[in-house]
């Protein structure tokens, strides 16, 4: 038996996307020309798909700064921190996300996914419990995966639900560890951070919100949701990316507990793997400090947010969820015609993300938008200007049906 | 069928878009083709149906309606 014979089906359905005209999941950007602006298919596109909320990716101290640690440290680390030793750098970049988040404790990781896995598996063993939302991301699911850990899954945002299952559970003598996330990568809406905290009051757990999408995003710092909510005291541990608001690659665990450096010996994805490089560290904490000195980054992204949702919304168009967010998602009909409007989208000059089951929740077919920092109000009233023409027209659903 | 396979099948039947015949040797994900995401959103039915909790860790040894009977049986305590 072939091994890869079981890809078969992934075959077939990756050769009817293209059949109807472009490749949703293999773009090429052939040049960047600014956080908001790539070269695709020989044409100057508008980026709606990057998750560069802050648009710092061509910050020209942040490449400064990226430039220096290449220079001083050279091109990569050869090898783990456990293995190797740590760069000063590394060292350096922790003190400055731990004092940005206000935690005791920071841990940096090669990036996010593996911030995740490493946090999962190392403060659940398969003696305890996580409770996780339903709509969490995979790295989430794949940490638990490796945790060992017995997996509950709750309704997504709901915190009666969550209640219901930690009452329903059988006493045993593990912890119980609850991950919620700030705001969902797919949908753009923000988990009910107050309602799940009144649950933790009443069965004592620890918990966890991964603010891969709201960290540089939410709060009067910019430490996410919880600093949002002012909550930040009720969360025990925190996960972030530096992919998204930091324009990087990377990912963190903070928390207070007098333990928490030790979980550096007990995270397989942090032990056995090189640590992120010079470079990209180097950029990291560049832009942490830009985000600490810069607020208005965060205010032009809630402007800009709040511009493209209500376009949206003006359209009548049916959205991800019900209030403005740097993550706006756009319900289709079906995966057909989902494609088709990508395609007409890209052919006149937005790039926006596909998401198709089962990478998305209750099966939805989305055309994901995400909004920048960067984008500037022509660029927002044209991507609004196209999602006229293309989705609120049926343009895409012509196109579908030949 | 017992009871406890008759129920389920009837809280699979929202998942049947393929109109599979079910019965307790119908393979959940590949009978009726649907996706892991929603295999999880099954067993949250189930859960609730039955008031037990159901680990995801017991889904990579439950393919069939009959394999997800046992569990929900040993859980109710009538197994
Ligand atoms: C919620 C969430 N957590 C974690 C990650 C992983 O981050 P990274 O891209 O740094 O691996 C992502 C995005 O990719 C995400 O959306």
């Not at chain 1, 972030?240 to 928390?255: D, E, H, R, Y």
């Amino acid at each position: 038996m072939d091994l890869l014979a079981k890809l078969e089906a992934i075959a077939q359905r990756h050769a009817r996307m293209k059949a109807l005209g472009g490749d949703a999941v293999g773009v090429v950007n052939e040049k960047m020309l600014s956080p908001t602006r790539a070269l695709i298919n020989g044409r100057e596109t508008i980026l709606a798909g990057t998750n560069n909320y802050m648009g710092i990716t061509f910050d020209a101290e942040c490449i400064a700064a990226g430039q220096k640690a290449l220079a001083e440290y050279g091109t990569g680390t050869t090898g783990s921190r456990i293995a190797n030793g740590s760069f000063a750098l590394h060292k350096q970049l922790e003190a400055e996300f731990a004092a940005f988040l206000g935690r005791r404790h920071c841990i940096v990781f090669t990036t996010g996914y593996q911030a995740n896995l490493g946090m999962m598996s190392g403060l659940a063993g398969p003696r305890d419990t996580i409770y996780l939302d339903a709509d969490s991301h995979s790295s989430i699911y794949d940490g638990c995966t490796l945790s060992g850990a017995k997996l509950v899954r709750f309704r997504h945002n709901d915190a009666a639900d969550l209640d219901k299952r930690l009452s329903r559970a059988e006493e045993d003598e593990g912890g119980k560890l609850v991950v919620l996330e700030g705001i969902y990568s797919m949908m753009g809406d923000r988990a009910p951070l107050a309602d799940f905290i009144a649950v933790k009051k009443k069965h004592g757990f620890q918990l966890l919100v991964d603010e891969a999408h709201s960290f540089g995003v939410l709060g009067p710092h910019g430490r996410g949701l919880a600093d949002e909510a002012g909550l930040e005291k009720e969360v025990d541990f925190v996960v972030g990316t530096f992919s998204k608001s930091v324009g990087a690659i990377g990912g963190f665990g903070a928390g207070d507990h007098p333990y928490f450096e030790y979980l550096r010996f007990a995270m397989r994805p942090y032990m056995f793997t090189a640590s992120s490089s010079p470079a990209s560290v180097a950029t990291s904490i560049a832009a942490v400090r830009k985000l600490a000195a810069e607020p208005q980054r965060r205010k032009r992204l809630a402007e800009n947010s709040a511009r493209l949702f209500e376009g949206f919304r003006a359209l009548g168009l049916e959205l991800g969820c019900g209030e403005a967010s740097p993550v706006v998602a756009v319900r289709c009909p079906d995966e057909p015609s989902t494609i088709a409007m990508w395609n007409a989208l890209l052919r006149a000059g937005v790039y926006v993300n596909i998401a198709l089951p089962p990478g998305t929740p209750n099966k939805l077919c989305l055309l994901r938008c995400s909004v920048s920092a960067a984008h500037s109000d022509a660029d927002l009233d044209r991507i609004i200007e196209l999602f006229g023409d293309v989705v609120a027209q049926g343009h895409g659903r012509k196109v579908a049906n030949g | 069928m017992t009871d406890t396979v008759s129920q389920l099948c009837t809280l699979l039947e929202p998942f049947n878009t393929n109109g599979a015949a079910l019965s307790a040797a119908t393979d959940i994900s590949t009978d009726l083709n649907i996706d892991s995401v929603t295999v999880m959103d099954f067993v949250m039915e189930v859960e609730d149906h039955f008031d037990i909790e159901i680990p995801l860790n017991v889904l990579s040894e439950t393919r069939t309606v009959a394999d997800l009977a046992r569990v929900v049986e040993a859980r109710t305590g009538k197994g």
